[in-house]
């Protein structure tokens, strides 16, 4: 099976990649942090002009008619840049509110939908009202919730949208400033039910890979400036990459990145063939990029010597973004119990899990 990206896929990425590096370089990124704005609103509005959000979207729904590869693309570009937008929750959500009115004015921008992920199935809870439902209960933080105009709340059984039309949550103070988070509390809101229990995993895998997309943007270009690094940085009159412990660290960077690359890639690929082992594909994704980021940005500090830990260096706003990801829609704990159970039947039944 061939992982390498089309002439198509790739002439996205670097499109994507120059549009970032113009707005989103590191002199950027540190102006919105020092700012109270919820996102980078030049950069949201270029995207917009871009198309990006209506990537996966059908053209005849007014999107580019593309697929969660090219999705996947473009999150792997704004992890590798920080980018201060919630891009991965827009998508997300778009993918939820496909069959509702809510998509045409999502696509266009003209406003915001974010995700609200329920790993605990007590956290949420859900009773009619009337003719329909009201949520009671507070999901894990929400990216993106404080410049949302619609939340698209994701439990285990079902998937519902709540209107923030009677005002938006606050945002919460954060490690990761690049991305404005707040607690969604629900106490009896108003919800409409956009999908079962089958939408809700299909939604999951999505937001897996593409947390999982993101964690590799970020997590290539950590290797990248720890390569660079022990390039330049002279000690006992050698750069320290001659040294076979920093040589050992900057080897070890590259499997795991290259295994990101690898089931990040395939887990978008099995979205967009409608794979039945979508979800297999998706959670080993989340699984191996979860704890192959980690990884990385521990051996990117290491090389460093710990300068990276400094607010004056560029890393720590990688760390602290890895950092959030590898929580997002499940960290690597949620989806090795997730594969548990959806392996089991083979196992039971004697079957190879591969």
């Known amino acids: 099976m061939e992982f390498e990206l089309s002439d198509d896929q790739v002439a996205l990425q670097e499109a994507a990649r120059d549009l970032l590096d113009a707005l989103a370089d590191p002199a950027h990124v540190r102006a919105h942090l020092a700012s109270d704005a919820g996102r980078d609103g030049a950069l949201w ?110 439990t285990p059984d079902a998937v519902w949208a709540v209107d923030l039309a009677a005002g938006r949550p606050a945002p919460e103070p954060a490690m990761d400033g690049t991305q404005s988070l707040a607690w969604l509390l629900l106490d009896g809101t108003p919800a409409v039910e956009v999908g079962g229990a089958g939408e809700a995993r299909r939604l999951l895998d999505h937001a897996a890979v593409g947390a999982s997309a993101e964690l590799l943007g970020g997590a290539a270009r950590v290797l990248e400036m720890a390569a660079q690094y022990a390039k ?51 959670s080993t994704a989340k699984v191996w990029c979860s704890d192959a980021a980690k990884r990385v940005m521990a051996s990117g500090l290491q090389v460093h010597g710990g300068i990276g830990f400094t607010w004056e260096h560029d890393l720590h706003l990688f760390m602290k973004r890895s950092q959030l990801d590898q929580v997002a829609f499940g960290d690597a704990a949620y989806h090795r119990e997730r594969l548990a159970v959806l392996l089991r039947a083979r196992v039971t039944a004697g079957q190879s899990v591969i």
């Open 45 to 154: 509005d270029a995207m917009v002009a871009q198309g990006w959000l209506g990537v996966a979207v059908p053209e005849d729904a007014g999107g580019l008619g593309l697929g969660w590869v090219e999705a996947g693309v473009l999150l792997e570009e704004a992890g590798r840049h920080v980018a201060p937008v919630p891009l991965l929750g827009a998508l997300v959500s778009i993918e939820a509110l496909r069959a509702t009115p809510w998509l045409e004015h999502l696509v266009s921008g003209e406003r915001q939908a974010c995700v609200a992920f329920v790993g605990d199935p007590r956290a949420v809870r859900a009773a009619r009202r009337g003719d329909g439902w009201a949520l009671t209960g507070r999901p894990d933080p929400v990216a993106g919730a404080p410049t949302a105009d619609v939340a698209v709340v994701l």
């Open 232 to 282: 330049d940085r002279i000690q006992f009159g050698q750069p320290i990459g001659s040294f076979q412990a920093v040589k050992h660290r900057c080897a070890d960077m590259v499997v795991d990145v290259e295994g990101m690359r690898s089931v990040a890639w395939y887990g978008g690929w099995a979205l967009a063939a409608a794979d039945p082992d979508a979800s297999v594909a998706a």
